[in-house]
């Protein structure tokens, strides 16, 4: 069973208090997961307008010839106006891998 986020009405919700934001004056909200040898991270940050948007941001820790430990990052911004076409996107897709999978 896929469960639905719905991302309008999470960042609906969402009241951007500047006073209480800490050292990154753009961040709001972060969450970490860790799976396996990457980590993903979702950060809700907010403009200068107080308009909030959304970077997904996956690290994978890399070793080069002499064992030295470095993270490839890969980062995806996205806007307010792009939220909903994007859940439709991922909702969709993640219903197509259960359908395929139950096959």
């Known amino acids: 069973m896929i469960c639905k986020f719905d991302i309008v009405l999470f960042f609906s919700f969402i009241y951007v208090n ?3 934001m800490g050292n990154d004056q753009n961040e709001i909200y972060s969450k970490v997961v860790r799976a396996g040898k990457r980590t993903y991270f979702f950060d809700i940050k907010a403009t200068k307008g107080n308009d909030l948007y959304l970077t997904l941001t996956e690290s994978k820790k ?7 430990g470095s993270y490839q990052k890969h980062k995806i911004f996205l806007y307010k106006e792009d939220f909903e076409k994007f859940k439709d996107g991922l909702d ?3 219903n197509k891998i259960e359908e395929l999978k139950n096959q």
Do not use: A, S
């Not at 890399?62 to 030295?68: A, L, P, S, V």
């Open 18 to 20: 500047r006073h209480d």
């Open 62 to 68: 890399t070793y080069n010839e002499d064992g030295e």
């Open 92 to 94: 969709d897709v993640l």
